[in-house]
């Protein structure tokens, strides 16, 4: 993280996401402000929260794709969830405290898998000592008319022979039978769930789980199956569960970032009822969480006083003034997004690393089919995508994936019968597939 200045992580951002130079700068900011924080002595550090992002701006300009581009950028726990899937407790809904349970179970992942790449060499270690097992079977006594030490050293040099085959991959085809254990199903208790259909206050179903007997089956299966089985055992026996657990919580204390979208549609009409009672106790229940509050989950408590919340919203309808003021007050860095311009929509379609040009012509050529996209047809394909956004309803750069689908839909299906053919894609190509959808209103508004 040192190394990862606010110049660099807009570099990073810059090779996946076009244009929106100032929210691109002030995530960098926050990410950066996240480090020199942990740089803080304990006293000092406590008092400095994280600058909360409200981003403002029509979908598909890329929002999303900022939030989660840096959450794999530092390798922080991330989840994106929409602000309209959560209600007030009391309403139909889930309640906000599960944005924070699913931050931790993206962290408990995130550990998982760092500490199984530290136990990686003794798993595999441990998995061939177990195929051997298999293989060469210790004799429950060796024979004492030839000799305990002699019969001893012949099973130990058979075993060693075995290994150097097993190491080699000439036992793959072999057969093994392994204990396959598989976790009782444990009965769902009604009414044990938290407000809003949250889990369990106490993980009253990881104790039944427990209680209950492990069921073990035994399988016959190539040495090139067990081995993967075999292995995936070791690991969990390798990893400690609770440790998981406390570095989990401390990661997503630490480093969590909740994107959460959509968050002009929480916000309440003028004098409004039925629905908008709930939106408003949506922002009520929100405020504590963004403030920094305890939450329990299932691997122990989790403080959200230092979590990053990155909110999005249109706010076509609205305004981000309407929301509650001690909610605005904790999204304090505001950052509004353009809207993209067909300049935007050429850039987009080929400087990003995983464009969408380079997407489709990697697809073709699993066909044996190469297709290449000329200047002139790049420049059409955005001039389309940038007029039926403004004369239908503006989804951004989400125009670009039905408009692409719709060029090369006739390809696509015929690829598989074409291996070898070339395919150029100019003007004329793109007119001749766009130009009467796009034309008529009804079609591209259904189409495209």
């Not at 210790?138 to 008319?145: E, I, K, L, M, V």
């Not at 989400?398 to 090369?408: A, D, G, P, V």
Request: proline content about 3%.
């Amino acid at each position: 993280m040192r190394e990862l200045t606010p110049k660099k992580i807009v570099e990073e951002l810059d090779r996946y996401i076009v244009g929106q130079a100032d929210a691109k700068r002030a995530v960098a900011v926050a990410i950066r402000n996240r480090w020199r924080r942990r740089q803080l002595d304990d006293e000092l550090r406590k008092e400095v929260s994280p600058k909360n992002i409200l981003m403002i701006g029509p979908t598909g300009v890329g929002k999303t794709e900022i939030a989660r581009r840096l959450a794999k950028l530092t390798g922080a726990p991330f989840i994106k969830v929409e602000a309209t899937k959560y209600t007030e407790v009391g309403y139909y809904g889930r309640d906000v405290e599960s944005m924070v349970r699913e931050l931790v179970e993206n962290a408990i992942g995130l550990v998982r898998e760092r500490m199984r790449a530290d136990v990686e060499d003794e798993a595999k270690r441990r998995t061939n000592e177990q195929l051997l097992d298999k293989l060469v079977p210790t004799p429950n006594s060796f024979d004492a008319g030839a000799g305990v030490e002699d019969s001893a050293e012949r099973h130990e040099r058979t075993r060693e022979k075995m290994r150097a085959m097993l190491v080699a991959g000439e036992l793959e085809d072999r057969t093994v039978e392994i204990a396959i254990e598989k976790k009782a199903a444990a009965m769902m208790i009604p009414g044990m769930g938290g407000p809003g259909g949250g889990e369990m206050d106490i993980d009253v179903q990881g104790m039944i789980e427990k209680m209950l007997p492990k069921q073990v089956s035994r399988r016959r299966m190539t040495v090139a199956d067990a081995r993967g089985v075999l292995f995936e055992q070791e690991c969990e026996r390798l990893i400690d569960g609770e440790k998981v657990n406390l570095e989990a919580i401390e990661l997503a204390e630490e480093s969590g970032v909740i994107f959460l979208d959509e968050i002009d549609k929480v916000v309440a009409t003028e004098g409004g009822k039925g629905a908008d009672v709930s939106r408003q106790g949506v922002q009520r229940d929100l405020l504590p969480i963004v403030e920094g509050t305890t939450v329990q989950t299932r691997y122990g408590y989790i403080k959200t006083d230092h979590i990053l919340f990155v909110a999005a919203g249109a706010f076509h309808k609205t305004r981000p003034s309407e929301l509650m003021p001690e909610l605005q007050g904790r999204f304090p860095i505001r950052v509004e997004l353009d809207d993209l311009t067909k300049d935007d929509f050429v850039r987009i379609l080929t400087e990003p690393r995983g464009s969408l040009t380079k997407q489709y012509a990697a697809l073709m050529a699993t066909e044996g089919v190469q297709i290449e996209f000329g200047d002139d047809a790049i420049d059409a394909l955005a001039e389309y995508a940038y007029q039926v956004n403004q004369s239908t309803q503006n989804i951004g750069a989400r125009r670009l994936y039905t408009i692409m689908e719709r060029l090369l839909e006739e390809l696509s299906f015929e690829a598989s019968d074409m291996e070898g053919a070339a395919v150029p894609i100019n003007a004329a190509y793109v007119r001749q597939r766009l130009e009467e959808v796009t034309q008529d209103e009804d079609l591209s508004r259904y189409i495209l």
